[in-house]
């Protein structure tokens, strides 16, 4: 069992920045593919970023592309999203996750994660 929590959400302005982490317990994350997602009021869950096992390959929603950052410390246990230039639209509870798989693969739909933490809310104002 694979137990995640997030943490580092909060109220900013846009054009601040946060860092979300995300912590595992119950196994090692560095075989897996990580994941953040996010939801917003009244709309699905949609794919943000995903980082492969050692954190050598990243992919990212366009509308996050250059903005954001995802970075993993396998010794730690523990993925990071570093968000910078934030809008209001970027408001929503932002959730990490764990690929299904074993291996190099990045992926971004949710059928690819089989745990996934709580989430943490980020909430960017005018």
């Known amino acids: 069992q694979v137990q995640l929590v997030e943490s580092g959400g909060g109220w900013v302005q846009a054009g601040g920045s946060l860092r979300l982490s995300c912590v595992a317990s119950?196994?090692?994350?560095?075989?897996?593919?990580m994941g953040w997602f996010r939801q917003a009021p009244g709309k699905e869950r949609e794919f943000v970023a995903s980082?492969?096992?050692?954190?050598?390959?990243?992919s990212y929603q366009d509308s996050v592309n250059g903005r954001f950052t995802i970075v993993r410390d396998n010794a730690k246990n523990a993925v990071y999203l570093e968000m910078n230039s934030l809008k209001p639209e970027d408001t929503a509870v932002y959730y990490c996750?764990?690929?299904?798989?074993?291996?190099?693969?990045?992926?971004?739909?949710?059928?690819?994660?089989?745990?996934w933490g709580q989430g943490t809310q980020v909430t960017v104002s005018s």
């Open positions: 980082i492969n096992w050692n954190g050598a390959r990243t």
């Open positions: 996750a764990k690929s299904r798989l074993y291996g190099n693969m990045l992926y971004r739909e949710i059928e690819d994660y089989d745990y």
């Open positions: 119950g196994r090692t994350l560095n075989e897996f593919s």
